[in-house]
């Protein structure tokens, strides 16, 4: 049997990778964090060196951002299935693991695997919105999930690439002067500045959150991340309660200045816990005469032991340039 292109394999591995990032990026969740922070390396090297890698693996990733609000929503809000979620996700780990570490043709996919699979592809449809349930409804009638049993990862992955075709490319607006380096992006009157080696998807279920996804030619210098941006209208009397820093602990930030433009204000931070591997970067900037705020937000990962004396405000320069050039870039462009 000929199979269709757009695998339902990697629909649902999107969902689940993106339901397991919700679940732990919630800051509560201290402890649920550390425990499965082994997982969380896993899927943040498999967006990173295996998805990045290919136009297929991009265009999945976009995908996997359009739903990210609604997925992490739903996940949070129905709390009784994350030890289900997290049980079926962690079937998975070790052979992703192989696969970024290029002994994918080890292992194969189990049909214990693909049960738990569609009982949770099947959870997320029931409580999705029609656009979810429209690409999962979409997915389920080209591929029958059953089709990947007995194969290994490298075969999914293989097929998944081969069998895939590009939609219509969306045309960039290059930043004049730049030579080709840097492209904007108008939200709400918001001017945004982002590599012209990055993409971007828009949120299906929460139209004011803008991703920026890296994908290839990206400068060897940088660590490329995924750039969040929300821009939403906060009345002034809430702006602090709007204020990402106001959702960290005093402890967990690392380095801050403030922003002061000439129409935004706000504060960029690096938040960062002991002896986890990962930092947030944010800048929360807010305008008073529209009432809009922008929150841009780049979760890294960063080794965790630096001396007390750490330039971070260098470190953001020289590897996250792209987030600092958003960041400094940020202006009201009327219509």
């Known amino acids: 049997m000929k199979l269709n292109k757009r695998s339902r394999w990697i629909i649902v591995f999107i969902i689940l990778l993106v339901s397991l990032t919700a679940l732990l990026m919630q800051f509560d969740s201290v402890q649920a964090t550390f425990n499965n922070m082994h ?9 990173s060196e295996i998805m990045r890698k290919t136009p297929a693996g991009q265009y999945y990733e976009s995908l996997l951002w359009k739903h990210n609000e609604e997925i992490g929503q739903i996940s949070v809000s129905n709390p009784e299935n994350n030890e289900e979620l997290m049980r079926v996700l962690r079937l998975f780990i070790p052979g992703l693991e192989t696969l970024v570490n290029g002994k994918g043709d080890t292992v194969h996919i189990t049909s214990e695997q693909v049960e738990g699979l569609k009982a949770q592809l099947e959870w997320f449809a029931v409580r999705g919105s029609p656009t979810l349930q429209e ?51 108008v939200h709400n009157e918001v001017y945004l500045e982002y590599p012209s080696s990055y993409f971007l998807q828009v949120s ?105 004396n750490f330039d971070y405000f260098d470190m953001i320069n020289q590897r996250y340039e792209y987030f600092q050039h958003m960041v400094d870039s940020i202006h009201m462009q009327m219509p």
């Open 39 to 47: 997982a969380v390396t896993v899927l943040i090297r498999v967006e």
């Open 135 to 185: 690409d999962i409804q979409k997915e389920q009638q080209r591929l029958p999930l059953d089709h990947f049993v007995g194969m290994t990862m490298n075969e999914a992955w293989d097929f998944i690439n081969s069998s895939w075709a590009s939609d219509s490319a969306v045309t960039q607006n290059l930043v004049e002067d730049s030579n080709g380096k840097w492209a904007y992006y």
């Open 204 to 308: 299906e279920s929460e139209k004011d959150f803008i991703y920026f996804i890296p994908s290839t030619g990206v400068p060897e210098q940088w660590n490329p991340c995924v750039m969040k941006v929300h821009i939403w209208n906060v009345p002034a009397t809430e702006k602090d309660t709007a204020n990402s820093y106001s959702q960290f602990s005093p402890e967990s930030i690392v380095w801050e200045q403030s922003i002061q433009g000439s129409e935004f204000q706000g504060i960029e931070f690096v938040s960062s816990k002991l002896g986890m591997p990962v930092m947030n970067f944010h800048a929360f900037h807010y305008n008073q005469e529209k009432q809009l705020a922008v929150d841009i937000w780049v979760f890294v990962t960063e080794n965790p032991q630096v001396p007390d």
